[in-house]
Each structure stands twice: as C-alpha cells, then as structure tokens.
Nanobody
C-alpha cells in the first residue's frame, strides 16, 4: 500500500512561485508519479508526470508547460512540483498520484492510470 501526502500549498500573488512536495510511504516513485489539479466545478486536470529510474522522462500539460517543473528526490521518496509565473487560473486543489507498472506515455495524462492519490493541497493565486 502507498500513502501520499502533499504539502506546500498556499496563497500567492500572480507572477509568484510556489513549491509543492509529495511524500510517499510504503513504496517509492521509482516507476511513475504525477501531479493533477482540480478547480471548483471542473474535472481533474493533468499537470505533470515523471517516469524512469532516473526521473529523466517528464511530461507536462499544455497550460503549465515552461512554467512548472516536476522532479523527484528518490532518496527522500518525494515528488516535487516547482511552479513559477503563477496565474489566477492556476488556482485549484493539487493532487499527487502514483502507480506501478509500465503504462504507455500517453496514458500518464489520465486519472485512471494512477492507483494511489494524496488528499490534495490548495493553491490560490490572487492579488
């Protein structure tokens, strides 16, 4: 069993930065892990994913490309999302997710690919 716990959310002004962390217990992110977000009244949206033993394969949603960076600290069993140039439309609850196996790359954007989810952390971008 895997338990995931996000941290680092909060209130930030437009243009600012925020760093989210997701600590895993029970297993590691060595196969693949991801971040999703969900705004009120909207479906859960893919943000970023990372896979590979060295974490060298990264994928991003179109709306966050070139602004967000996903990384992994295997030693600390932690998934990280560094967010910069934040916009009001980035406001949402952010969730980390993990799974095991070898899904095809395109499926990493799908909620159904992931077996384990954190409880979410709120990110609010507002002046």
């Amino acid at each position: 069993q895997v338990q995931l716990m996000e941290s680092g959310g909060g209130l930030v002004q437009p243009g600012g930065s925020l760093r989210l962390s997701c600590a895993a217990s029970g297993r590691t992110f060595e196969t693949y892990g991801a971040w999703f977000r969900q705004a009120p009244g909207k479906e859960r949206e893919f943000v970023a994913a990372i896979r590979g033993a060295g974490g060298g394969m990264k994928y991003y949603g179109d709306s966050v490309k070139n602004r967000f960076t996903v990384s992994r600290d295997n030693g600390k069993n932690t998934l990280i999302l560094q967010m910069s140039s934040l916009k009001p439309e980035d406001t949402a609850v952010y969730y980390c997710a993990a799974g095991f196996g070898s899904p095809i790359s395109s499926s990493l954007r799908l909620v159904s690919t992931y077996e384990f989810w954190g409880q979410g952390t709120q990110v609010t971008v507002s002046s």
